[in-house]
């Protein structure tokens, strides 16, 4: 599954976006993720099983790994 991470400047997670794509556009009007200061985005494929996970802490602690180190 691609996925999305953003980190912050200590390389923390902040959050996830499903998919590599940051914007949208619908009927004329555009919607993107906006990074804040220090902030990184990283493109990363990851496991399908992590989308069946119901538990936010479950699904952190196996995306974790995942986070590209500095």
Do not use: C, W, Y
Not at 58 to 63: G, R, V
Request: charged share 25%.
């Amino acid at each position: 599954m691609k996925i999305s991470i953003i980190t912050d400047h200590n390389g923390a997670l902040v959050g996830t976006i499903r998919g590599h794509e940051t914007s949208a556009k619908l009927e004329g009007m555009t919607a993107g993720v906006l990074l804040g200061p220090g902030q990184k985005i990283h493109h990363v494929d990851v496991p399908e099983d992590l989308a069946k996970l119901e538990s936010a802490d479950e699904f952190h602690a196996k995306l974790v790994p995942h986070i590209p180190k500095a």
